[in-house]
């Protein structure tokens, strides 16, 4: 990806990740709490193609100069369903210390306000109850369960919470 974004808050920085961020990042992914929700077999290999992909955004996450973790988002260009979904992890040391919401409450005011978004999904795992309140606490509602939504390390299908947050909600 060619494009550079920088947005920053009060309590976090977010940039777009690059090759550099690698070792702190996948510190973070190989972290059990992080790992039970971001899986992957070769995430050396998920990084690299990560920053690769021009569909998809990834920042990193610096707090008090830190790497904290990481969001990223996409978008759907098309004009009549135009939108961006959202995703996050943090490391487990930092968890409860506001990073996360303050963090999705950044972005999406960026993609609302700076590339024009009226809406914003997010799809947590339904029994994820911290990222489901966190979420909501930035303002998304859900909308539904997506059933058997994400395959399992064990092969077995959980359900999604579809979240939705519009400009308007804000």
């Avoid at 971001?38 to 050396?44: E, I, K, N, P």
């Avoid at 995703?87 to 950044?106: E, L, M, V």
Wanted: proline letters at 3%.
């Amino acid at each position: 990806m060619t494009e550079r974004i920088e947005v920053t808050g009060s309590l976090i920085k977010l940039r777009t990740t690059v090759a550099a961020d690698e070792s702190a990042l996948l510190a973070i992914r190989r972290t059990d709490e992080v790992r039970r929700r971001w899986r992957g077999d070769d995430l050396a290999a998920e990084f690299a193609d990560n920053l690769a992909d021009d569909e998809s955004f990834q920042l990193t996450i610096e707090a008090e100069e830190r790497i904290v973790g990481l969001i990223q988002f996409s978008e759907e260009t098309d004009p009549d369903y135009r939108h961006a979904s959202v995703d996050i992890y943090i490391d487990p040391a930092h968890h409860r210390q506001g990073y996360a919401s303050h963090a999705i409450r950044c972005l999406v005011d960026y993609l609302f306000d700076d590339r024009g978004h009226h809406r914003v999904t997010i799809d947590p795992a339904a029994d994820n109850q911290p990222a489901i309140s966190c979420y909501a606490s930035v303002g998304f509602q859900p909308v539904g369960i997506l059933r058997s939504y994400e395959r399992q390390a064990n092969g077995t299908w959980a359900d999604g919470l579809f979240m939705e947050l519009l400009a308007t909600d804000r």
